[in-house]
């Protein structure tokens, strides 16, 4: 089941992942995860899957009616079908190896009550670039952009249809103009900081496919940590028994 330089890593609820060294998780997608997590009648999408973290954590309680997991990159697409049968969920998770910007006849367009990525945080070319392949497509938008991805999402989405996602503060601009521009109305907003001490390091948007304009909801700030550096509350609620980790 597992290949050099894999290895598990639980998700809470008995469910674990296969990661590697490219083909890993963080705090965010956890948070993402949360965010965006499915009603139990839901037809869902994951885009840019990577090793399927997202899309599994869905599965830990109540999953959805069905989950489409899309990632491009063959290595990833290898891990999540593994986990995918690791986890006996081949008929709740439908995994394709597609580019986002092309899936017309890999999936049925208008289908989908949500959809959600953990997109790539770096506009191409900003900052340093990964000599990595695969790492460089995780961090840098050298294979779609937000437009691409918001675009994407307004063709998979029935009317009313969600589209979730997080990104850094930079980029709040950016997302919420693209949201816009492919008619995915912003209609939820959360930043995300370490501490009250620090300023935001994620923010985690919620459109709306064919919302009516204007309507967004600014949320309660999240916070990682307390006063004291200890885990919040709400980060140990979300992480359920996969806080086990972190304390």
Known sequence: MLKSGEHLEPLGGGLRVIVSEENHFSTDTILLADFSKPKKYENVIELGAGCGTISLIWCRTEPPKHITSVEIQPQGVDMLNRSVELNGL???ITVI???LKDLKGLVEFGSFDMAAINPPYKISGGGIVNPERQKEIARHES???IDDITAAAAKLLRFGGRFCICQRPERLTDVLLS???????PKRLRMVQQRASKAPKL???????GGNS???????TLFIEG???EISDEMIEIYGDYKEQYL
């Open 227 to 229: 006063d004291n550096f």
């Open 97 to 99: 190896r597609g580019d």
């Open 143 to 145: 294979l779609c952009t």
């Open 203 to 209: 923010f985690l948007a919620e459109g709306r496919r």
């Open 90 to 92: 081949s008929e709740k």
């Open 179 to 185: 949201m816009r521009s492919a008619g995915i109305e």
């Open 214 to 220: 204007g309507g967004l909801v600014i949320m309660p």
